[in-house]
């Protein structure tokens, strides 16, 4: 059985740092792509980083470009989202996800975690 657990979200002040995990268990990052959405209050989940499975490219939201790089640690079971300069605009719940295939930068995702809250406020 799949599941992606995420860890890491805290409050924290604007140009503030935090790094997020995504633990996987039935699964590794060798052979899924993983990527990292979040949802803020009222809004739709958006996607904001990947890595595709194998090679490990990388992409990111124009939003986050710069700020937020996303890895993965040498035995493929946990994926992170490093978050450098946090901006208020930056709160919402962060998700991970995982997929089978290809990168995708909609929420066609086959595997979800919990979430976790990312707070960024003065």
């Known amino acids: 059985q799949v599941q992606l657990v995420e860890s890491g979200g805290r409050l924290v002040q604007p140009g503030s740092s935090l790094r997020l995990s995504c633990a996987a268990s039935g699964l590794t990052f060798s052979t899924n792509s993983a990527a990292w959405f979040r949802q803020a209050p009222g809004k739709d989940r958006e996607f904001v980083a990947a890595?595709?499975?194998?090679?490990?490219?990388?992409y990111y939201a124009d939003s986050v470009k710069g700020r937020f790089t996303i890895s993965r640690d040498s035995a493929d079971i946990t994926v992170y989202l490093e978050m450098n300069n946090l901006k208020p605009e930056d709160t919402a719940a962060y998700y991970c996800?995982?997929?089978?295939?290809?990168?995708?930068?909609?929420?066609?995702?086959?595997?979800w975690g919990q979430g976790t809250q990312v707070t960024v406020a003065s």
């Open positions: 890595i595709t499975r194998g090679v490990g490219n990388t």
């Open positions: 996800a995982a997929r089978r295939w290809a990168v995708v930068f909609s929420t066609e995702y086959d595997y």
